[in-house]
């Protein structure tokens, strides 16, 4: 039998190819009722003068989610209590050969959501950073495979408003029916109605929560102050809130 400590000192790591690890972040927010997304403008080679997620090489010394974390915080300027503000999952990883030309890289991308994120301030690897519509994507050159990380995090983002009561996520602490449906809306793309979207939230476990309080003042065409609500304990939606499109079909 080997000495496990003898086999790691005469082990060679440059006997196998080099693979290196990077993480990039999809960063969605809610602004002027429209979703965004963070992107940065790349300043140098590869891809230089393309859009970008925000992203790069993992440290040494951090795994994945602390690298995820620090990219946005690079990016963003947030930290501490508005960084735990932000909900962020891993999505998935993506290992093309080629989609880096420097070397072979593997990155494992991670998605983001908050309210109220703030204006990006450009790295130095970076010409520009900024939150921009996701319905003006078609129109930017996109760098790597960032083209198809971020359809696959639009779609993680809309499935996981169906079964998760995330879409709070892009709330504030407090919060109307009218406010949480917009956000549906929003990340959706469909209008929904409003007496059914209001009667299956409040028929969902554990979805939100009264707080017991209004706004305070009416609509914007007058009427009663609308109740506010928090965010109820439930990790999974049942019944799910399906998309429209997926409701027909269920039928």
Known sequence: MVDEQDFLAAYDPGAYPSVAVTVDVVALTIRDGALHLLLIRRGQPPFEGR????????????DLTAGARRELAEETGLGGEGLRRVHLEQLGSYGTPDRDPRMRVVSVAHLAFAPDL??????????????????ALANRQLAFDHGRIID????RARSKLEYTPLATRFLAGEFTISELRAVYETVWGHPLHAGNFHRKVLSVPGFVESTGTSTERGGARGGPR????????????????????????VR
């Open 226 to 249: 609308a109740k506010l609500y928090r965010a109820g304990d439930a990790r999974l939606l049942h019944p799910a809130l399906l998309r429209p499109a997926r409701e027909e079909t």
């Open 51 to 62: 859009w970008a997620l925000p992203g790069g090489f993992v440290r040494p010394d951090e």
């Open 118 to 135: 703030p204006d990006p301030a450009a790295g130095t690897d970076a010409d520009e950073a900024g939150w921009l519509p996701v319905t």
């Open 152 to 155: 696959d995090a639009l779609e």
